[in-house]
């Protein structure tokens, strides 16, 4: 069934839609991730305009963070202050984003930077997981190997304006959790993805939040950034396709639910280094896409040159 | 000279032809609704005389042509080994879907200045007004233009595709892709002897999005703040409806 998208301007199967929004729905909800960084691509590579991809891109994240953030409440694993804190950092590199992505549209660079951050942030980000995993995957099969503290003093304790984090335990300056907000926020607005891959381990190892609130307090401002960022290239670009992005929510709720009951089954450091190489897989093909000669030299865009 | 000139006069001026076309489409009027897929037109005619039908080989070519809208074209080069935009051209007018349809080969139906005057094939069609000064090989901007729209199927050429029956009725279907883009669409309908345009006849498609696709395009341009936050709504929605939903089904 064939269905015309009205911002995009062209006609997609509906079921193909379903079917992207279901995939990524299926692995978001297996890993914990918002699945942006799957679902963006995944649209450039059906043909759907960057700009409306990544407009859409958010406005689905959306959906499956609050599906998600959800599930989190019910186990009190949200930590309402921190989200806060990565909110108002959010908010600030959410609207720089926007405003970096237009620049970037007129001056005609916009895919290559979109396609440059999804490899060196992918990329960066997957090689850790992997290495980190596979160690862990290794100690536990080794009993009696030194476990490696969680909470280490580095120089993020010695910065001003403090600031008590009851749930997570935590007694830290406020300015961490505002720039980690502020790059997520950024990274939101210019992948259209929610940037829980770097939200994440950032919580853990940057600010040394325990793992139990981390995920939920991460869904928690995501939901927010993610919204704003949908606001705003609704209003400066009008590229979020309301079609488009119905059927991938659609897709993506079921999925991510699906995924969800299959994650208990799988043990955490395996589930970790699937994701790893999925992110390591879409970095490579991106970073190919980059390197190697495009069939077609030329591209045409709708406009006037600035 | 007089004698050259009178010719030329009947040749190009309907009114004296002895010969003119006489057209029709099967619509005009397109509705992009959410399951639009594509729409066939059926673009008919025949050829009325007063006269005997004079010598020389008679041909029908009939252009489609959507909205123009200005384009930019950019070159991929290689940079610090990777490849980046470089090059851009400005074309200030090019038409976002063409197609000829003709009764046979281009070349032997239409003469190089009748095709100049009407402006039918489509190098002529997109107008790359002065970008001679924006590239120094412009020309192959043109040309990729126009054949990566070709694979996109928004431009073609369909030799022979317009039959011809008696020598006076003709027909033609031409498909409009599922890509289409809102606007006015110019038929175009020429008769030609011995490559000369022996008349034309004019006709618009208005190609409309309708229904759901009208109501959403607009208030994305005029309500965008609404747009966004009913965006949001839906996305908010569907997100607690599934949680929601599967927490019924565990219990």
Redesign the interface.
């Given at each position: 069934?064939?269905?015309?998208l009205?911002?995009a301007?062209?006609?997609v199967n509906a079921f193909l839609l379903l079917g992207i929004g279901g995939v990524v729905g299926f692995l978001s909800g297996l890993f914990g991730v918002g699945g942006g960084f799957l679902i963006t691509p995944l649209l450039f590579f059906i043909g759907i305009p960057p700009a409306i991809a990544v407009a859409t891109g958010a406005?689905?994240v959306?959906?499956?963070?609050?599906?998600g953030v959800?599930?989190q409440l019910k186990r009190k694993a949200v930590d309402f202050p921190m989200g806060f804190v990565l909110l108002a950092g959010g908010l600030v590199g959410s609207f720089i984003g926007v405003w970096v992505f237009a620049r970037l549209t007129a001056a005609?660079?916009v895919?290559?930077f979109v396609q440059l951050s999804y490899v060196l942030f992918l990329g960066g980000i997957g090689l850790t997981m992997f290495w980190e995993s596979v160690g862990a995957l290794r100690r536990s099969s080794k009993p009696g190997a030194p476990i490696r503290r969680s909470h280490t003093h580095n120089w993020v304790h010695g910065l001003p304006f403090k600031m008590k984090f009851r749930a997570s335990g935590l007694y830290i300056s406020v300015l961490p959790p505002l720039a980690v907000g502020a790059l997520v926020g950024f990274l939101a607005a210019i992948m259209g993805v929610g940037g829980g891959f770097i939200m994440v381990p950032a919580m853990i190892y940057l600010l040394g939040m325990p793992t139990k609130v981390v995920i939920g307090t991460s869904l928690f401002q995501i939901i927010f950034v993610t919204?704003f960022t949908?606001?705003m290239?609704?209003?400066t670009a009008?590229t979020?396709d309301?079609?488009l992005?119905?059927l991938l929510?659609?897709g993506g709720?079921?999925g991510?639910?699906l995924g969800a009951q299959v994650s208990g089954r799988l043990r955490a450091e395996q589930l970790r280094i699937l994701l790893s190489l999925l992110v390591l897989g879409v970095a490579v093909k991106i970073a190919a896409d980059?390197?190697?000669?495009?069939a077609?030299?030329?591209?045409?865009?709708?406009?006037?040159?600035p | 000279m007089i004698r050259a000139l009178l010719f030329w006069l009947t040749l190009s001026c309907p009114a004296f032809a002895s010969e003119a076309i006489v057209a029709g489409l099967s619509q005009n009027r397109v509705a992009i609704t959410a399951d639009f897929n594509g729409s066939e037109i059926l673009i008919y005619g025949a050829v009325k005389r007063d006269a005997p039908a004079p010598k020389g080989p008679m041909h029908v070519i009939i252009t489609v042509e959507g909205p123009k809208i200005p384009v930019i074209v950019r070159k991929k080069a290689r940079r610090f080994g990777i490849y980046v935009n470089d090059e851009s051209v400005q074309i200030s007018s090019a038409p976002s879907f063409y197609a000829v349809a003709t009764t046979g080969r281009l070349a032997e139906t239409l003469s190089e200045t009748e095709n100049l005057r009407h402006r039918i094939t489509l190098p002529l069609v997109i107008r790359p007004v002065g970008i001679s000064t924006q590239a120094e090989d412009a020309p192959d901007f043109v040309a990729a233009t126009i054949r990566i729209r070709e694979k996109e199927d928004r431009y073609r050429l369909e030799e022979r595709s317009v039959q011809f029956t008696e020598a006076t009725l003709f027909r033609a279907d031409v498909d409009l892709p599922a890509n289409l883009s809102e606007g006015l669409y110019q038929v175009r309908v020429f008769l030609t002897r011995d490559g000369q345009v022996v008349d034309r006849f004019d006709q618009q498609i208005n190609v409309r999005k309708a229904g759901l696709e009208r109501f959403l395009f607009n208030m994305s341009r005029e309500q965008p703040l609404i747009y966004g936050l009913l965006s949001l709504l839906i996305a908010v929605v569907a997100g607690w409806a599934a949680s929601a939903a599967f927490r019924q089904m565990k219990r």
């Open positions: 069934m064939q269905i015309y009205p911002i301007e062209l006609s406005n689905q959306v959906a499956s963070s609050i599906s959800l599930a005609g660079q895919d290559l919204a949908t606001i290239h609704a209003v009008n979020v309301m079609m992005a119905v929510i659609l709720v079921i991510a639910q980059l390197l190697l000669r495009p077609e030299l030329y591209t045409i865009t709708p406009g006037v040159l | -």
